[in-house]
């Protein structure tokens, strides 16, 4: 391997992109050549500059007025976690089933009564057979019609 | 408040969490933007567009210690889509004015003014040289030295081969190394190799 392909593989050991393999073969090489040596220096070098020359570009800037006031206009339509679709079923739900409560007491209640007045008429029924009072039984047919 | 609650705040509807994210990162986001674009006002739009697409994506977000990054690379998406689309990107850093102000006012407390006068000059001339780059590779330069992404990330947002990225970057440090040594920056500071 030559020395341009060295400093192909100082470009990647500066950017932490090297191969193991790549790196013992390039630290055997700049042991014994000095222009690699210095090349790796000025590389690193260059690389810092780079990076601070571009850091001042961080302007003090406050934009997040205009960030939320644009949120609030467009509503949180996409921002709904799984868990919330949930909670809104969850509360849909929990509507139908107090809803439908006075419909169900209500069937119940009216089953209920028409039990209990048929058990009543049967018993007094019984009880004037037994007592063998037509006019009573006649009279309490005419009362019940 | 940790991001992470901050992320959970907003996921559950609470909209005015997210401005805590948005002041703990638009000085980043927009330092990021405008090392791509260049123009303050572009940058400004694309820096809240990113911030709107982060914030209506952000159920998508996988990991939420990763809210930055993730941020980050759809800076980095919009600014390269609409450099492409605009074609408004004008081959200059800042004007005469605005080096001038630029460079008085990083000057430091050094022990050495001299030496700190010479790494301003160095940077001023760095930075011209990076941004006098074909663009295809100043994109890839900025990306690595200034974003800290990888080959692999880069490769995947310019949408090239990871070996494409290396000899990019190869190429690129070469033509600002041979600018510096022609302008004479070498001696001190860079040694000739």
Redo the contacts between chains.
């Keep these: 391997m030559d020395c341009t392909e060295y400093r192909r593989l100082i470009n990647e050991l500066l950017d932490n992109e090297i191969t193991e393999r790549d790196e013992i073969d390039l630290f055997d090489h700049i042991k014994m050549c000095e222009n690699c040596k210095i090349y790796m220096v000025n590389m690193n070098k260059l690389k810092l500059t780079i990076k601070s020359s571009f850091e001042n570009n961080k302007k003090e800037v406050d934009l997040s007025h205009s960030i939320m006031s644009q949120i609030s206009k467009s509503q949180p339509k996409k921002v709904l976690h799984i868990k919330k679709s949930y909670n809104i079923l969850y509360k849909i739900a929990s509507i139908v089933v107090i809803l439908s409560l006075p419909l169900l007491f209500s069937s119940f209640s009216k089953k209920e009564t028409k039990v209990s007045k048929d058990d009543t008429r049967d018993m007094v029924l019984e009880h004037l057979e037994n007592s063998q009072n037509k006019n009573v039984t006649n009279i309490a047919y005419v009362i019940e019609k | 408040m940790s991001e992470i609650v901050l992320i959970d705040k ?4 609470d ?2 969490a ?2 805590f994210l ?2 703990k990162y ?3 986001i ?2 990021t933007v ?2 791509i674009v260049k123009e ?1 006002e572009l940058t ?1 739009d694309i ?2 567009e990113s ?2 697409k982060a ?5 998508s977000l996988r990991s939420r210690e990763q809210f930055y990054p993730w941020l980050k690379k759809i800076a980095i998406n919009l600014s390269l889509i609409k450099l492409d689309r605009n074609k408004r990107y004008v081959d200059m850093y800042r004007d005469d004015k605005e080096e001038d102000d ?1 460079f008085f006012n ?1 000057q430091t407390d050094e022990s050495n003014p001299e030496q700190e006068l010479l790494t301003e000059e ?3 001339y ?2 011209k040289f ?1 941004d006098s780059l074909p663009e295809k590779l100043r994109r890839v ?2 990306l ?3 974003e800290d992404l ?2 692999e990330e880069i490769a995947s947002i310019l949408n090239i081969p990871v070996g494409t990225v ?1 000899s990019r ?2 190429n690129a ?1 070469q033509i ?2 041979d600018r ?1 040594l022609r302008q004479g920056l070498a001696d001190g ?5």
């Design positions: 907003v996921l559950n509807g909209a005015s997210f401005e948005i002041l638009q000085k980043n927009y330092g405008f090392n303050d400004k820096v809240q911030f709107l914030y209506e994506n952000l159920n630029f990083n160095l940077r001023r760095v930075r990076v330069i900025i690595r030295e200034v990888s080959y290396r970057l190869f440090r600002i190394k510096l500071l860079y040694r000739v190799s």
